[in-house]
Nanobody, 122 residues
Framework: QVQLVESGGGLVQAGGSLRLSCAASSGSLFSINRMGWYRQAPGKQRELVARITSSGSTNYADSVNGRFTISRDSAKNTVSLRMNSLKPEDTAVYYC???????????????WGQGTQVTVSS
């Protein structure tokens, strides 16, 4: 079993910045393929915000491209999302996601964090 623990959400005014972080941990050996952030606003489907692979390749939703930056520290099993120039439409619950292979059993699966609220006021 893998746990993803997020931190860094909160309330910010439009134009402000926030940084989200997520750390993966487990009592078993694992390797992380890709990590990313998704968000879900009230009444909307969960959508991809940004994703980064084990080789460092990134992709972003068009709505955040140029404002958000995803990064990861493979040694620490963490992923971060720097969010600049925040807009009210960025308000959502942000979820950390990781595609992880449990080495001992050879199973790969997607894991999710509990979510962290980001609220951008106008």
């Amino acid at each position: 079993q893998v746990q993803l623990v997020e931190s860094g959400g909160g309330l910010v005014q439009a134009g402000g910045s926030l940084r989200l972080s997520c750390a993966a941990s487990s009592g078993s050996l694992f390797s992380i393929n890709r990590m990313g952030w998704y968000r879900q606003a009230p009444g909307k489907q969960r959508e991809l915000v940004a994703r980064i692979t084990s080789s460092g390749s990134t992709n972003y939703a068009d709505s955040v491209n140029g404002r958000f930056t995803i990064s990861r520290d493979s040694a620490k099993n963490t992923v971060s999302l720097r969010m600049n120039s925040l807009k009210p439409e960025d308000t959502a619950v942000y979820y950390c996601n990781a595609n992880i292979r449990m080495i001992t059993v050879g199973i790969t699966d997607d894991y999710w964090g509990q979510g962290t609220q980001v609220t951008v006021s106008s």
